[in-house]
């Protein structure tokens, strides 16, 4: 069964940086287009960018997010920086299906919280 | 960027209910359309891709169709385990862009 196995909450203050993590197994880091989505609290889905390997970035968030990947590890990275409160929401992984075009596998999510 | 619209935003129905959610694409995005369903506290979860394609697991009361840009998910009989958000996604260009969502009250 694929999972996407995101690392924890984090809570940071404005300016700050946050690094989130998204680790899979060989077989879907390989065959699958990782992307990143956020939900604030209340509100709907935003598409943040995809790795694979090579990234293409929201406009919203060029400039602030950078998107990498471990091959030794099947693991997946979002940074994003200089971050403000309206960043605080809960960070999706997700794995597209080349063929299909779907987000067929989602990670648990990773809340961070930007506040001083 | 292509827009996603859906409608309506919220609804209330009663099980056994039919159900059927609207998404409109600003542009052409050929059949490159997904559903997803969110529950409280949940990651989505894939119902349908391409349109009209159900999604290996997800019961049969689920469906989706095309007409040009307009898009609909259908839910034929309405379950309890069905109330949550659905959104709408289009996967022909980037940015990737989702509808705002349609939550399901029952």
């Known amino acids: 069964q694929v999972q996407l196995v995101q690392s924890g909450a984090e809570v940071r203050e404005p300016g700050a940086s946050v690094r989130v993590s998204c680790r899979t197994s060989?077989?879907?880091?390989?065959?699958?287009?990782m992307h990143w989505v956020r939900q604030a609290p209340g509100q709907g889905l935003e598409w943040m960018g995809i790795i694979n390997p090579s990234t293409i970035y929201a406009q919203k968030f060029q400039g602030r997010v950078t998107m990498t990947r471990d091959t030794s590890t099947s693991t997946v990275y979002m940074e994003l920086s200089s971050l403000r409160s309206e960043d605080t929401a809960v960070y999706y992984c997700?794995?597209?299906?080349?063929?299909?075009?779907?987000?067929?596998?989602w990670g648990q999510g990773t809340l961070v919280t930007v506040s001083s | 960027d292509i827009q996603m619209t859906q409608s309506p935003s919220s609804l209330s129905a009663s099980v056994g209910d039919r159900v059927t959610i609207t998404c409109r694409a600003s542009?052409?995005?050929?059949?490159?359309l997904n559903w997803y369903q969110q529950k409280p506290g949940k990651a989505p979860k894939l119902l349908i891709y391409?349109?009209?394609n159900l999604q290996s697991g997800v019961p049969s009361r689920f469906s989706g169709s095309r007409s040009g840009t307009d898009f609909i998910l259908t839910i034929s009989s309405l379950q309890p385990e069905d109330f949550a958000t659905y959104y709408c996604?289009?996967?022909?260009?980037?940015?990737?862009?989702f509808g705002q969502g349609t939550m399901v009250e029952i």
């Open positions: 996604q289009q996967s022909y260009s980037t940015p990737r862009t």
């Open positions: 391409a349109a009209s």
């Open positions: 542009q052409s995005v050929n059949s490159y």
């Open positions: 060989e077989y879907t880091f390989t065959n699958y287009y």
């Open positions: 997700a794995g597209e299906n080349g063929v299909n075009f779907s987000f067929d596998y």
